[in-house]
């Protein structure tokens, strides 16, 4: 039976992934870890989708503070607010959290083979990465490799599954649709992407700047507007 992990944040792109998991596998199994992070909404929201697709196992990984660093995700520096997308500094992104995404799929990794699972599949995108250089095609291809080195004898090659790494936001928007069909509305209003916890999002920081843009170029209503005062 074809089995898979996913690795949940409870934001759109991890959501999308999830269900396209869901149309590939016989059985899914997904991962949301507990770092500190500034807000516990997206746990909830991880929970929810979870739920709502009805993964074979969820497990919320509890890892504590063990991330440092100065990005406001993990840290009491401000959130910073944006009025367009065009006003998103280039480079490194301030919400960068050092080394995140490596130990991710590192602990990931120890899940997959516990539960036989060769696939990872994880929600970076290269093409709109806003400023995070662990989600580049060239990071998760060394990763893959070095996974696979370090777990040899055990399962075969772990393969770390990225379906939207080339994909724009709007095109991940228009794929989610497609995936999900009758129930995108249902499923996409439990995702939260918004780096101040708000609840269907501040509509300035870089997270809901970047998703808003999405789904008007797709042409799409972000279910999660209507919570919007």
Not at 68 to 79: A, I
Not at 127 to 155: H, K, M, Q, V
Request: charged share 20%; with cysteine.
């Amino acid at each position: 039976m074809p089995k898979c992990l996913v690795i949940l944040s409870g934001g759109q792109d991890s959501t999308t992934c999830l269900a396209i998991a869901s149309q590939q596998f016989d059985e899914v199994h997904a991962v949301t870890f507990e770092y500190g992070q500034r807000h516990a909404i997206e746990l909830e929201s991880a929970d929810a989708v979870a739920r709502t697709l009805s993964v074979t196992s969820h497990e919320v990984i509890k890892l504590g503070a063990i991330l440092k660093g100065t990005s406001p995700l993990v840290s009491k520096y401000p959130v910073s607010t944006y009025t367009t997308p065009d006003e998103v500094p280039d480079g490194v992104a301030a919400t960068f959290v050092p080394s995140r995404n490596a130990l991710f799929l590192t602990i990931a990794s120890n899940r997959a083979i516990a539960l036989e699972c060769s696939t990872i599949f994880t929600g970076v995108s290269q093409t709109d990465y806003s400023g995070y250089p662990d989600c580049r095609r060239d990071f998760i291809d060394s990763l893959e490799e070095t996974l696979s080195l370090a777990n040899w004898g055990t399962i075969g090659h772990l393969k770390i599954e990225t379906p939207l790494m080339y994909l724009s936001k709007a095109e991940s928007v228009l794929l989610a649709k497609a995936v999900l069909g009758d129930r995108f509305e249902e499923v996409m209003e439990l995702t939260h992407t918004c780096y101040q916890g708000v609840k269907g999002g501040c509509g300035k920081c870089a997270a809901c700047l970047l998703r808003d843009q999405g789904f008007k170029e797709a042409n799409v209503v972000d279910p999660i507007w209507k919570f919007r005062g």
